[in-house]
């Protein structure tokens, strides 16, 4: 199984910042991918990130609002950016075959 | 496009009694199968997956899952209950892909029962 860790573990932004998420894994992984829990709801697919190429989101997702890094098979970044109170939510990487997650950024939005 | 309908938004039981939490899913092609458990304030973590071979997947904390491919169904249970099985818990379910030579699956999940173990 992977080991992931996930920085910050949480935070609290002011609107209209932007916030940036990192996810590191302990071994190398070909496909990563962010997810979005927002308060009381189920998990959402945000982009799948695969090193050496550009993300792909998923419907209601847009780079602009949340670009992906993805510089090596062990690490990737997620920002969200110009932050509103709706972005309040706990996101997650995770990785593989299995979908291992990482412990999650729990992210507030004032 | 895959789905998943978990059929309970909340299921309250008493310790030591047998639960079954509901999973059905909808996918045209052939799909994995799983179920996470979400402690409070805490991230996801993998309870079963169900990838092909035996219908009845043993996981973690003494739950199981069986797959039933023609009610497209993947219910979990438990034949006694702990107070720390309280919990939310997903299902999940991912189609299979190829990436790099490596599968991969996206996960669409369901929207979550709260499991909570009465004394």
């Known amino acids: 199984s992977a080991v992931i860790s996930q920085k910050p573990s949480r935070d609290i932004c002011q609107r209209g910042t932007s916030l940036t998420i990192q996810c590191q894994v302990d071994?190398?992984?070909?496909?990563m991918f962010w997810y979005r829990q927002q308060p009381g709801q189920s998990l959402t697919l945000i982009a799948t990130a695969n090193q050496g190429s550009e993300a792909t989101y998923e419907s209601g997702f847009v780079i602009d609002k949340f670009p992906i890094s993805r510089p090596n098979l062990t690490f990737s970044t997620l920002t969200v950016s110009n932050m509103s109170p709706e972005d309040s939510s706990i996101y997650l990487c995770?990785?593989?075959?299995?979908?291992?997650f990482g412990p999650g950024t729990r992210l507030l939005v004032l | 496009a895959q789905s998943v309908t978990q059929l309970d938004s909340q299921v309250p039981v008493f310790e030591e009694a047998p639960v079954e939490l509901r999973c059905n899913y909808s996918?045209?092609?052939?799909?994995?199968l799983f179920w996470y458990v979400q402690y409070p304030n805490q991230g996801l973590q993998l309870l079963l997956k169900y990838l092909s071979g035996s219908t009845l997947v043993k996981g973690i904390n003494g739950f199981e899952a069986e797959f039933n491919k023609s009610q497209t169904s993947f219910h979990l249970r438990k034949p006694s209950v702990h107070i720390s099985d309280t919990a939310e818990y997903f299902c999940?379910?991912?189609?299979?892909?190829?990436?790099?030579?490596?599968?991969?699956?996206?996960?669409?999940f369901g929207q979550g029962t709260i499991l909570t173990v009465h004394p």
């Open positions: 999940a379910v991912s189609e299979l892909g190829y990436a790099g030579g490596t599968s991969y699956g996206k996960l669409t």
């Open positions: 071994s190398q992984v070909t496909m």
């Open positions: 995770s990785v593989g075959e299995f979908q291992y």
């Open positions: 996918s045209s092609v052939s799909v994995y």
